[in-house]
């Protein structure tokens, strides 16, 4: 079993900037991509930022300058820095990872998400 647990969230004014954090344990043999999704009321789950194994990155066009994704290899986590925050990235952020577990398998795992409110 494989168990991601997000921490940051909260409410920030426009211009602000919160951190979130997202902590993987359980049977894990190696973790491949990690990443943060988000969702917006009325709206679909969309790709916020990931990065792989070895640093790679990538960036929705919304957030590009804005948010900064790292990862920890060694502690099992990643990290979401996010600056000058606007009002329409309100929006619940749910952490992922790509994961093998101890018995083979292969799978995306999700963290039960992180309220992340900006208004003044």
């Known amino acids: 079993q494989v168990q991601l647990v997000e921490s940051g969230g909260g409410l920030v004014q426009p211009g602000g900037s919160l951190r979130l954090s997202c902590v993987v344990s359980?049977?894990?043999?190696?973790?491949?991509?990690m990443g943060w999704h988000r969702q917006a009321p009325g709206k679909q789950r969309e790709l916020v930022a990931r990065?792989?194994?070895?640093?790679?990155?990538y960036y929705a066009d919304s957030v590009k300058g804005r948010f900064a994704i790292s990862r920890d290899n060694a502690k099992n986590t990643v990290s979401l820095q996010m600056n000058s925050l606007k009002p329409e990235d309100t929006a619940v952020y749910y952490c992922y990872a790509n994961v093998r577990t101890v018995a083979g398998l292969v799978a995306d795992y999700w963290g039960q998400g992180t309220q992340v409110t900006v208004s003044s």
């Open positions: 359980g049977s894990i043999d190696s973790i491949y991509g």
């Open positions: 990065i792989g194994r070895g640093g790679s990155t």
